[in-house]
């Protein structure tokens, strides 16, 4: 009996040691476990908060940006709009501008050179002859009508197009056609002035655009950035 109990003493021991070496195997395996559950909750943390900053980011990007346009209207068109409609305008060029990723201050670079920020204006010819362009961008009425059925806007008389809001949508429209079909904005500024079929006619011939309006309106882009930067600093 002595030699079997002898014996079975390695056995026992060696059983022991696995059953401990198993708890800590165990142990081990559930403190892994709840270290990856640990950091996948750090990691989702970590993620939410990545999401929130560039979240907070993107309204301060708008905010910026709401707040050029108003200022900059503000600057540009004075008296000539009421703060009511100044408000509104603000919202719809920051919508359009947000929608087709174009630089608002473009738009009203072109409703300066245009209008200046007059939404009742009419255009004219230099012998004083209506030129049949109306409202804060110079818009036509047949070309404003063609515009105006793709968003549901439907127009009847001139008198539609003196209202800002809807001047602005078809005009930012006309803009963005034109640099789509020229791929770039120097000819589609140019072709808003004079009509894309003297651009294409003087592409064709391989002669030199007129940069004359191209210029003009590049200049008041200038003018309204060094603006809005200033009145930034102000505040």
């Keep these: 009996m002595k030699n079997n109990f ?40 970590l993620d939410d908060l990545v999401a929130e900053n560039q979240r907070l980011e993107k309204y301060g990007e708008w905010t910026l940006a709401y707040f050029k346009i108003d200022k900059a209207l503000q600057a540009m068109a004075e008296d000539k709009i009421s703060k009511g409609v100044r408000k509104k ?50 818009l036509k009425l047949e070309t404003a009508k063609t515009l105006g059925k793709k968003f549901g806007i439907y127009l009847e008389t001139e008198e539609d197009l003196m209202r800002p809001e809807i001047n602005v949508i078809l005009g930012t429209a006309y803009l963005m056609r034109l640099i789509a079909r020229y791929g770039e904005v120097k000819p589609a500024l140019i072709a808003y002035n004079v009509g894309p079929g003297k651009v294409d006619r003087l592409l064709s011939q391989e002669k030199e655009l007129p940069t004359k309006y191209y210029e003009g309106v590049f200049s008041r882009y200038l003018t309204l950035v060094s603006d809005t930067i200033f009145l930034n600093l102000q505040q």
Excluded at 12 to 18: H, R, Y
Excluded at 21 to 41: A, D, M, P, S, T
């Design 6 to 45: 002898t014996l079975r003493i390695p056995f026992l021991v060696s059983f022991v040691i696995l059953l401990l070496g198993i708890v800590v195997l165990l142990q081990f395996i559930l403190l892994y476990k709840n270290n990856v559950k640990e950091l996948e909750i750090l990691d989702k943390r």
């Design 89 to 138: 305008l603000t919202e719809k060029i920051w919508q359009i501008s947000e929608t087709y990723d174009i630089d608002p201050l473009l738009i009203l670079a072109i409703v300066s050179q245009e209008s200046r920020g007059n939404p009742t204006i009419r255009g004219r010819y230099q012998s004083g002859k209506e030129s049949g362009a109306y409202g804060l961008m110079q």
